[in-house]
């Protein structure tokens, strides 16, 4: 039996950086993936590094949001030293898009929200933006200028953190599903992945979306890590002569520019349980809304399309933390925000890991608000979702 200080279930680009982080404490630290590493909802995102709230449920993740982003620099760069690879990390602008009669209106609130939570946020002219962006939609009715955001690559990304967690000896399991967490009274001993029994001292879920079903006998893990699939459908444009300066961002989606110049468009969010397909349904409401932002993509290349299953929760928000039973961690459901919040969840679980405790407010995640709050109809669709038990 092979026996590590730390069993990370999941290598997307949660798991990744918790590995990379933990094995610069000189733990010995295995990864199991139930297929390649990285190539779940990491693979798919757009890569906005962004800690702007999209909704009211959103508002608890503005200081976690805005503590990732501060430490993103140093993030990238320790990563991209330990792997010799670029990230595609860039510091940039975002424009806010608001369109209807109500556009002023609506980004005076919006920009007045963002600086009560110390987000940098102004308004700005459609001639001043037109100025920066002629492509701009005539639908635009006003402007918000978000000056301290940022972007990466995540497939890029991805590739980095994994040779960044190798180069420091962590040990990568691909294609080994993990089908049981192994409890002993009342601490987490261990996992079963791949017909094998790996012990481990700490076992970290960061499964994404299918974290809820990687033991379907452990009530534990169905309640502590409830997670569901929520598609996101995407596409890359790419338009000779027309390059974007900025992420343009609007009501019904985004476009993200690329160094080499093609877009990134996005994206949907569906209720597909675990069918990860691109539709015409979804390519057809990525192209109105990139349209909307930027009427000359219309005779623009679709390069390539794809679709993602983000991990969501029932209310949206992570799940970060030690969970009821000793020995076991949990990081997991990070929605749309995984890219952005990879550089703080590591350090975070570092933290757990190395001492039990973390200096920051982490308690609006804590995995065990479920098992107060989740009902057991809750937990059981949460198992009902995961496809075949699996990591």
Request: aromatic letters at 4%.
């Amino acid at each position: 039996m092979n026996t590590f200080d730390v069993a990370i279930v999941g290598g997307g680009i949660i798991g990744g950086s918790i590995a990379f982080e933990l094995a610069a404490e000189k733990l010995s630290v295995i990864v199991l993936d139930r297929q390649q590493p990285g190539r779940e909802a990491s693979w798919a995102a757009a890569g906005m590094l962004s800690p702007a709230p999209d909704s009211p449920r959103d508002i608890p993740l503005v200081p976690l949001s805005k503590e990732s982003l501060r430490i993103y620099p140093e993030f990238v760069g320790a990563i991209e030293d330990a792997s010799g690879q670029s990230t595609g990390y860039a510091r940039g602008t975002t424009l806010q898009i608001f369109a209807g009669s109500r556009g002023e209106t609506e980004r005076d609130r919006v920009v007045a929200e963002h600086r009560e939570f110390g987000i940098a946020s102004e308004p700005i002219s459609l001639e001043a933006a037109r100025g920066e962006e002629e492509s701009i939609g005539p639908t635009a009715r006003a402007i918000a200028h978000l000056p301290e955001e940022g972007t990466v690559e995540p497939r890029l990304l991805m590739e980095a953190v994994l040779a960044a967690a190798r180069n420091r000896g962590v040990q990568m399991r691909p294609d080994c599903g993990v089908t049981s967490v192994q409890f002993e009274r009342n601490r987490c001993t261990g996992v079963v992945a791949g017909g094998e029994r790996i012990a481990a001292k700490q076992v970290i879920v960061a499964a994404g979306c299918f974290s809820a079903g990687i033991d379907r006998n452990a009530d534990l893990i169905a309640r502590c890590a409830c997670t569901r699939p929520v598609r996101g459908q995407m596409l890359a444009l790419r338009l000779a002569g027309l390059r974007l300066r900025h992420v343009l961002r609007g009501e019904r989606g985004y476009l993200v520019p690329r160094a080499d110049g093609r877009i990134v468009a996005g994206s949907t969010l569906e209720n597909a349980d675990f069918e990860k397909c691109v539709t015409p349904a979804g390519m057809m409401q990525i192209l109105d809304a990139a349209l909307e932002l930027c009427p000359g993509l219309a005779g623009a290349e679709v390069l390539d399309t794809w679709s993602g299953l983000r991990p969501g929760t029932p209310d949206d928000l992570p799940i970060l933390g030690p969970a009821e039973m000793e020995g076991l961690i949990v990081a997991t459901g990070h929605y749309r925000n995984g890219i952005l919040l990879s550089a703080v969840t590591a350090k975070l679980v570092r933290d757990w890991v190395m001492q039990g405790r973390t200096t920051f407010d982490a308690g609006a995640f804590s995995p065990m608000r479920f098992s107060d709050h989740q009902s057991e109809a809750g937990v059981r669709d949460a198992l009902r979702r995961s496809p075949d038990g699996s990591s």
